[in-house]
């Protein structure tokens, strides 16, 4: 485990796994333990992975000022872990609500990206999901076992319901693209530490105030066809944002591609990184 200091002093973690060229990893949730990335698909193997805990994230401290959680002012942070490693320059990959942190990040500090990884985006400069599209992908669900209880689950959470743990745990199967015994056990991982109850706010504070900027440097985004998160709508507005972006959507999987489809998942980043 290694420590270093944001930008105001706040105690943030990250830790590194595997060798060769550098690759900054940061979490979506908001708010989730970096160490759900686990290897990204066995990308350690070829990159040293290092997995980010934004400030009141995982092993992170959690800051004095909740508003320095905003995922604009959560960029600062990145600044001060890039001048830590000692980079020139970072590969960013971030998933899901980490997107807007790493393309605001893009944004401000350009000269200091080589390359962009957005995987399963939640949007460009806020969360941008389509409810049709959504409500496609989870109603296509019906054939498997489990969608009666997860389906009345997310009928209870549409009419008004507070998003309980028990809601949420039901509705989980709509996240992956298989709900198999690896899903479970990556979704209910007892180890990790939850997200905070007050960071989703803190989070999307601000958030659709600016202007989506065009990144300046190689755009990889990777949607899951059956991300019953987000949908592919997402993916698609930030891969037509950025001059260049290839956009892949991989086939049976769903918010965690690198779970549901570990090797394409690897083999797809890794040659993007390569050719960067």
Not at 49 to 69: K, M, V
Not at 110 to 137: C, K, M, Q
Not at 227 to 243: E, I, N, Q, S, Y
């Amino acid at each position: 485990m290694t420590i270093f200091h944001g930008y105001d002093g706040t105690a943030l973690h990250y830790e590194q796994l595997g060798d060769g060229a550098p690759l900054v990893a940061v979490p979506g949730g908001p708010g989730m333990d970096a160490r759900y990335l686990g290897t990204l698909g066995s990308l350690d193997a070829h990159r040293r992975l290092i997995r980010f805990d934004p400030r009141g994230c995982g092993r992170s401290a959690a800051p004095a000022d909740r508003a320095s959680c905003a995922f604009g002012a959560q960029v600062a942070d990145l600044e001060a872990l890039r001048e830590h490693l000692g980079l020139e320059r970072l590969d960013l990959l971030a998933h899901s609500a980490g997107s807007l942190t790493a393309q605001r990040y893009a944004a401000e500090f350009p000269h200091r990206v080589r390359s962009l990884t957005l995987v399963t985006p939640a949007g460009r400069a806020a969360r941008e999901p389509d409810a049709a599209e959504l409500a496609a992908i989870r109603a296509a669900r019906a054939a498997e076992p489990w969608y009666p209880d997860a389906a009345e689950a997310d009928a209870l959470l549409a009419d008004g319901a507070a998003p309980t743990a028990e809601l949420l745990r039901r509705i989980t199967p709509f996240f992956w693209g298989s709900w198999n015994e690896r899903a479970r056990a990556e979704a209910f991982d007892p180890e990790l530490v939850p997200a905070a109850p007050w960071m989703r706010e803190a989070f999307y504070a601000g958030a659709g105030e600016g202007r989506p900027v065009p990144a300046s440097v190689p755009v990889l985004v990777v949607a899951g066809e059956l991300d019953g998160v987000v949908g592919t709508a997402p993916a698609k507005l930030a891969a037509a944002l950025h001059p260049g972006a290839r956009l892949t959507v991989l086939p049976g999987a769903g918010h965690r591609p690198w779970v549901d489809a570990p090797d394409e998942f690897a083999s797809l980043v890794r040659d993007f990184l390569d050719a960067a």
